[in-house]
DNA sequence: GTCTATAACCGGATAGAC
DNA sequence: GTCTATCCGGTTATAGAC
């Protein structure tokens, strides 16, 4: 029988003082010795656990922008109306981040993307928004959304999603997101027929599933 | 009569060039060599300029969130219902900043906005979520649109705007960002009656020169 | 696994010539 | 107004003791 466990090991706690600091100061303001101190090690001790700051981020980004996309991917092959495929990555989106250990809110800051090391995850991130524009395009092509710039709905859809993530705070109750309001706020926007949301919302449910856990 | 003129005087490219790095690479991620090495001049020439580098910042904040917030106000407090108001803001912020001869995209990336000599700048940037939020619990108040946590739906606002800006490229016709139809976007999630839009537009129209021009 | 000491480098800013 | 040379503080990362 495990013992019930005190702390994090160190590198768990590198993690969430990392993500937290790189959400807040992004990753060139975020020194190896902020991390270390915020962890309680000094800061040569970092390198024990991290060959070095880059691997850092480097696997924050792993844990929080492959299952998104792998979600997302799972979502889109398998069956339902983009409607639903919508609401439940929305959902499922602000379900992730808010019960993730880090603090991934802003993806960490898109400045870090950049490096040229992280090319892999920046494809990615640019992975995610494509499935997101797709799908809002078959449900313009299915009638069940109204016409109009993808493009632009895609960018209301990933900037609510970082922005409300990245704002959110649970110290203020008004800041604690409700998932399934945050979804329906979208889809009220895209549905040619609002009416139409509490059945969106029913087949949602049973895709939920797909999403968090491809 | 004046000459034809050819290139902006130095002080007006460090500050298109700076706003250009920054947005990409964030305040901490660009050095004053960038900046130096992207005008054409050598890196100490900048301090001829600007006194230090967070100066060049500042007057760029001042540029951007200055005029908008105050156009916000005088919206908020002018004649007209919130819908139209949300509406006219919407279109006159995705206008604005469309024209702005700086690349003020994600307002230059709020990371930022944590230095302590920014911190006026931080306030007004509060000011204006503020703004926004209270439009829209105005027009739920006065049965205009949909009741719901307003943090929420003014997360979705601001995120929008920042995200589509921060992702615009004239390049890409897709990516041109028709103000109309990114405010009509917005609206149709929150009226209750999205039947409406057209006549929201059309004083939303007359609304305009107050965002603009305050 | 964590420490101290330190190397190697980079970034902001100044001095002073032209 | 712009340059070269340079200072100095801060940052990542390594070496090696415990």
Chains 1, 2 share one sequence.
Do not use: C
């Not at 400045?111 to 990615?124: C, I, K, Q, S, V």
């Not at 109750?173 to 895209?190: D, H, K, Y």
């Amino acid at each position: 029988m495990p013992e019930a466990q005190a702390l994090p090991d160190t590198r768990e706690r590198i993690l969430i003082e990392a993500s937290r600091l790189l959400s807040i100061n992004g990753y060139h303001g975020t020194t190896t010795r902020d991390i270390a101190a915020a962890v309680g090690i000094s800061q040569p001790s970092l390198f024990f656990h991290f060959t070095n700051k880059l691997a850092i981020v480097q696997e924050l980004y792993e844990h929080d922008i492959v299952p998104a996309v792998a979600g997302l991917e799972n979502l889109v092959v398998g069956p339902g109306d983009p409607a639903a495929k919508l609401y439940a990555m929305i959902v499922g989106e602000f379900g992730r981040i808010a019960d993730s250990p880090y603090d991934m809110r802003a993806h960490i800051s898109f400045e870090a993307l950049n490096h040229p090391d992280l090319a892999g995850f920046r494809d990615l991130v640019n992975q995610f928004d494509d499935l997101t524009r797709l799908l809002i395009r078959s449900g313009q092509e299915s009638g069940q959304f109204v016409h109009g710039n993808a493009w632009l709905a895609q960018q209301m859809v990933s900037g609510f999603l970082v922005r409300a993530n990245l704002f959110a705070s649970s110290d203020q109750v008004e800041r604690q997101i409700n998932p399934r309001e945050g979804a329906a706020l979208v889809l009220r926007s895209l549905l040619i027929d609002p009416e139409t949301i509490e059945q969106v919302e029913e087949r949602a449910e049973e895709l939920l599933p797909r999403y968090r856990s491809p």
